[in-house]
C-alpha cells in the first residue's frame, strides 16, 4: 500500500508540475473567502481517484475537492492533490501533493489511524513517505525532528487563519508570544511541507488553527515516525478532528503548547 500512496502522489504531481508554468493564467473558483481551487486542483484529484480506486475500488476516499467522496470499507484515503492553491495560481514555489491512508475501526469507539502517508513536492521532487511504526524518510533517507532542547534557538512555522480572520486577534497574540521565546517565525503557506520540514529538523515546531484533514493527515504521520510530538490546543490528540495543530520535537512542542495554551480558545473547523 505504501508503494501505491507513493505513486499516487506522483501522478498528482506531474499534474501540478506540467501546468505550473501557465499557473498565472489558470482559470479558478472561490470556494470561500481567501479559499480557492483552480482547475489543476481538480485535474491533479481526478488522476489520482482513478489510480486509487483502479487499485482499491472498495476503499473510502476523502479528498479536498468537489467529488471526493466515496464511500468503502476498512481503509479511506484522505487526499490534498494540491496543498498551497494560493502559492501556485501566484507562481510561489511552495507547495505539494499530500497523500495518506486511514485504517478504520482499531479500537472500540470507532476510531481509525493514518498507517501510510506521502507528501511530495513536485518543484524540488522532494518525497516524504512514511509507514506506521517503521519511520520517516525523504528520497529514501531517514529523517529525524531536532534534537534541540534550547526553545531560544527554535525555528518555528505557522500559517495564518485565512479562512477565518475573526480568529486573527487571538492568532496574533499567539504569535508575539512565540516570537519573544524563539529565534524565528516562517509562513511558507502549505501546512504538508511545514510538517515534513518539522519532521526532518529545518523547523522545530509547526502549529496552525482551522486546518482540514486533508492538511494534515500524511504530514502528521511523518513527523510522529520522525519522533516528534503532536497534539491538538487543549495538548489532546484530536488535531485531525478540530484542525488545530501543534507538532514539532519534544522539547519544542512541550514549550509551543505551553505558550498556546494562555492564549486559545479552542474551536473545531468547519471544513
Request: aromatic fraction near 10%; charge should be negative; glycine fraction near 10%.
Amino acid at each position: 500500500m505504501l508503494d501505491a500512496v507513493i505513486n499516487a502522489a506522483k501522478i498528482g504531481g506531474e499534474v501540478l508540475l506540467r501546468n505550473f508554468d501557465n499557473a498565472r493564467n489558470l482559470k479558478f473558483d472561490r470556494k470561500r473567502a481567501n479559499d480557492y481551487v483552480s482547475e489543476v486542483d481538480r485535474l491533479s484529484q481526478e488522476k489520482i481517484l482513478e489510480f486509487i480506486l483502479k487499485e482499491f475500488p472498495h476503499h473510502a476516499v476523502l479528498a479536498e475537492e468537489e467529488g471526493g467522496g466515496v464511500e468503502g470499507e476498512e481503509y479511506r484515503w484522505i487526499i490534498d492533490p494540491l496543498d498551497g492553491t494560493t502559492n501556485y495560481l501566484h507562481g510561489f514555489p511552495v507547495f505539494c501533493v499530500s497523500v495518506a491512508v486511514e485504517e478504520y475501526n482499531i479500537d472500540d469507539e470507532g476510531f481509525g489511524r493514518i498507517i501510510a502517508g506521502t507528501v511530495l513536492n513536485p518543484v524540488s521532487q522532494d518525497l516524504y513517505h512514511s509507514e506506521i511504526g517503521k519511520g520517516a524518510f525523504k528520497n529514501g533517507d531517514s529523517i529525524r525532528v531536532n534534537s534541540s532542547s534550547d526553545f531560544s534557538n527554535t525555528l518555528l512555522a505557522t500559517g495564518f487563519p485565512f479562512r477565518e480572520k475573526e480568529y486573527l486577534e487571538e492568532y496574533l497574540s499567539i504569535f508575539r508570544r512565540m516570537f519573544n521565546h524563539c529565534s524565528g517565525i516562517r509562513r511558507a503557506g502549505s501546512a504538508a511541507l511545514d510538517l515534513c520540514w518539522t519532521a526532518e529538523g529545518a523547523f522545530d515546531g509547526f502549529w496552525e488553527k482551522g486546518l482540514s484533514v486533508w492538511d494534515m493527515a500524511a504530514g502528521s504521520l511523518i513527523v510522529l515516525e520522525a519522533g516528534g510530538v503532536i497534539s491538538d490546543f487543549s495538548g489532546g490528540k484530536r488535531y485531525l478532528e478540530t484542525g488545530n495543530i501543534i507538532a514539532g520535537s519534544p522539547s519544542a512542542q512541550k514549550k509551543m503548547l505551553a505558550l498556546i495554551k494562555r492564549e486559545s480558545k479552542d474551536y473545531s473547523c468547519n471544513s
